[in-house]
């Protein structure tokens, strides 16, 4: 009984000023944009999205390069305290010092062409962050590699192998996100239409 009392009041128009927010907009309410309005809604969305794209760009940028100074510090403490890092120290009956370094640096690589290209403003910025992301599979192929011949399998340090990787294939998905938002309002201008207001 309630809710049928609440759908007359709400449903039916009830009290209008209360949900004129929500309601359609009448013939009266739309009219078309002249020329030079539309030219200003394209121009402002074109800003907008360059600012946007710029700023997430650059966050995503942040966080891998934070991952890559972790590993920088990783290299320091392996070349300092060699096997001291729990993470490394599973790993010191199988390998030399030098390859886990070399790992690591190559980790930092990967981030580094994967900042790069999320960063770098040209035609062919796409293809550093396929680099970073093949290269990120060789590193998780490494990584994987010596894991699997651990005594038994080290869940704890799984980040080893899909840190970089990830790194750099979120990289390649907020690039293409925000080509594609890109590509939309370029298509607005081809949507733009002639019109004159009288």
């Not at 062409?113 to 590193?139: E, M, N, P, Q, T």
């Not at 590699?145 to 080290?154: A, G, N």
Request: proline fraction near 3%.
């Amino acid at each position: 009984m309630k809710l049928s009392r609440k759908w007359k009041k709400y449903g039916r128009g009830g009290d209008k000023g209360e949900d004129d927010n929500f309601s359609l907009p009448t013939s009266d309410d739309v009219r078309p944009l002249d020329t030079q309005e539309q030219e200003e809604l394209v121009r402002s969305l074109q800003q907008i999205q360059v600012q946007q794209s710029l700023l997430w760009r650059r966050v995503f940028s942040a966080i891998v390069f934070c991952y890559a100074a972790f590993l920088i510090y990783s290299i320091y403490q392996q070349v300092s305290s060699p096997w001291e890092l729990r993470y490394h120290a599973y790993f010191m009956e199988d390998v030399d010092s030098w390859i886990i370094i070399s790992a690591d640096w190559a980790a930092v690589l990967v981030c580094s062409v994967a900042i790069v290209g999320l960063l770098h403003d040209s035609r062919y910025h796409r293809r550093w962050l396929w680099y970073s992301c093949l290269s990120g599979i060789l590193v998780a192929v490494f990584w994987l590699y010596l894991m699997l011949r651990l005594p038994r399998f080290r869940w704890d340090i799984v980040w080893l192998p899909f840190g970089p990787l990830s790194g750099a294939g979120i990289c390649l998905y907020v690039d293409h996100l925000l080509n594609e938002s890109s590509e939309e309002v370029r298509k607005l201008q081809g949507y733009m239409y002639a019109y004159k207001a009288s």
